[in-house]
T-cell receptor
Framework: DGGITQSPKYLFRKEGQNVTLSCEQN?????MYWYRQDPGQGLRLIYY???????QKGDIAEGYSVSREKKESFPLTVTSAQKNPTAFYLC???????????????FGDGTRLSIL | GENVEQHPSTLSVQEGDSAVIKCTYS??????FPWYKQELGKRPQLIID?????GEKKDQRIAVTLNKTAKHFSLHITETQPEDSAVYFC????????????FGKGTHLIIQP
């Protein structure tokens, strides 16, 4: 969607290096998400945030960290502790209407991370 | 946690025929089920979704059915066209608010001319 911007489109990481992936949205969505996609696999949830200054671990949070200092921004850091970081990383966002009803998640164009 | 199984992994149909993709989920508390279409190298795009309080939803050539008792839901595409060729993902989440989705592994739909 035009309202979710991920950068860079391609990223290369050296061994032992931390890298940060950017995700910005101008949709005024409360919730933001990070997913990882490997070839032939579905998307797997890394972290998500429902409100500023709060976030929760997803299914594969080890080796990753996030922050949510602003509503529109949810950067993901891939640390050196993540031993197999090569993947396609997708950021998504959604509105939050109530605690009883999930709303559609819309995705950015993704960042493809590779190891040098 | 939730587990979503999706079948088949690859589906080849003749143009104009129908395609059906099936998913099962494990958590009976799940109540929101979206379907995404992803073309090669691009973002997943939401094509249809269904909530647990309805059994079927249609949008032109696309429909989704949900059987809560059996914990499975299906995507139906009628009158398939070449532009329907893509990978389709089902997902599930339990309410509410804004929890992350659990995805199936995807179905590669190939439309044969």
């Amino acid at each position: 969607d035009g309202g979710i911007t991920q950068s860079p489109k391609y990223l290369f990481r050296k061994e032992g290096q931390n890298v940060t992936l950017s995700c910005e949205q101008n949709l005024n969505h409360d919730a933001m998400y990070w997913y990882r996609q490997d070839p032939g696999q579905g998307l797997r949830l890394i972290y998500y945030s429902q409100i500023v200054n709060d976030f929760q671990k997803g299914d594969i949070a080890e080796g990753y960290s996030v922050s949510r200092e602003k509503k529109e921004s949810f950067p993901l850091t891939v640390t050196s502790a993540q031993k197999n970081p090569t993947a396609f990383y997708l950021c998504a966002s959604s509105i939050v209407l109530s605690v009883y009803s999930n709303q559609p998640q819309h995705f950015g164009d993704g960042t493809r991370l590779s190891i040098l | 946690g939730e587990n979503v199984e999706q079948h088949p992994s690859t589906l080849s149909v003749q143009e104009g025929d129908s395609a059906v993709i099936k998913c099962t989920y494990s958590d009976s508390a799940s109540n929101y089920f979206p379907w995404y279409k992803q073309e090669l190298g691009k973002r997943p795009q939401l094509i249809i979704d269904i909530r647990s309080n309805v059994g079927e939803k249609k949008d032109q050539r696309i429909a989704v059915t949900l059987n809560k008792t059996a914990k499975h839901f299906s995507l139906h595409i009628t009158e398939t066209q070449p532009e329907d060729s893509a990978v389709y993902f089902c997902a599930a989440v339990k309410g509410g608010g804004a929890d992350g989705l659990t995805f199936g592994k995807g179905t590669h739909l190939i439309i044969q001319p």
